[in-house]
């Protein structure tokens, strides 16, 4: 990092990074609200709430 304008555009993408990846994250797990269908968690158990992480393995 050679000058603050370098810093301050790593933290501006660094937070458009967070900011997509919630409204994914919020997009998702409202449509399996709305569908009714679950996923299942690393303990075997039915959740309508998972990480994209989760998500994206599937995908």
Do not use: D, H, W
């Not at 569908?35 to 158990?45: A, D, M, S, V």
């Amino acid at each position: 990092m050679e000058s603050p304008e370098t810093i301050e555009a790593l933290a501006v993408r660094m937070g458009f990074c967070l900011l997509v990846y919630t409204l994914a994250q919020r997009e998702i797990r409202a449509t399996l609200k709305y569908l009714k269908y679950t996923l299942k968690n690393q303990l075997g158990k039915a959740i309508n709430n998972p990480i994209n992480k989760k998500v994206s393995l599937i995908i």
